[in-house]
């Protein structure tokens, strides 16, 4: 089945950095999602993405939906520390089908 | 507003007894109905999803069988329960614009 490769597996950052990981698949998705998951809590969807070439922004997060629609990123300006948790993306051929998600970037902030 | 409800919350249940989880969506109606499984610090796994009452779709083999009932309940069930079957079971929801939104999970341990 897809699989979706999601980098940097762990990323150590100071409060204010800004952060960027991304996903690459080996087949196309119609649609990109990116949540985050808190432990011991389901996802939240952060950022939807349903075009290709589709920048889109909510607050301080950006996402990118790669033009060749195997990829995309998300970026987070001036970290917080309640930016602490895991980011999972996801890709969803279409319609209502189930998502292949990413193995999760976890994120850690040091004050 | 839509609100998923997830029950139990943590299960701690003996290799080879019975599991019935629940999931329930409020707000919405003819909703499309998913399970997901998460192992430890993994990517979530779609293991049912339904578009409708009695419609099921299963994404893998396994251990575990699904059954939507009503509109908005979708159940997970097993008769008799593996070790593997431990981990984090999510159920997610989504309408018209097939955006994926979870609920808070359960805890299962089979010991």
């Known amino acids: 089945g897809q699989q979706l490769n999601q980098s940097p597996q762990s990323m150590f950052i100071q409060e204010g950095e800004d952060v960027s990981m991304n996903c690459t698949s080996s087949?196309?998705?119609?649609?990109w999602l990116w949540y985050k998951q808190d432990p011991g809590e389901g996802p939240v969807l952060l950022i939807a993405l349903y075009k290709a070439g589709e920048l889109t922004s909510n607050g301080r997060l950006t996402a990118q939906f790669g033009i060749t629609r195997k990829d995309s990123f998300l970026n987070i300006s001036a970290s917080i520390p309640s930016d602490v948790g895991i980011y999972f993306c996801a890709g969803q051929l279409g319609g209502a089908d189930g998502l292949t998600f990413g193995k999760g970037t976890h994120l850690i902030i040091q004050p | 507003s839509q609100t998923i409800h997830q029950w139990p919350a943590t299960l701690v249940q003996p290799v080879g007894s019975p599991l019935s989880l629940e999931c329930t969506v409020e707000g919405t109606s003819n909703p499309n109905l998913y399970w997901y499984r998460q192992a430890a610090g993994r990517g979530l796994q779609l293991l049912f999803y339904s578009v409708g009452i009695g419609q099921i779709s299963s994404e893998v083999p396994q251990n575990l069988s699904a059954s939507r009932p009503q509109d908005r309940q979708f159940i997970l069930s097993s008769k008799k329960l593996l070790l593997s079957d431990s981990g984090f079971y999510l159920c997610?929801?989504?309408?018209?614009?097939?955006?994926?939104?979870f609920g808070p999970g359960t805890r299962l341990t089979v010991t």
């Open positions: 997610a929801w989504s309408g018209v614009g097939y955006e994926q939104y």
């Open positions: 087949s196309i998705f119609n649609t």
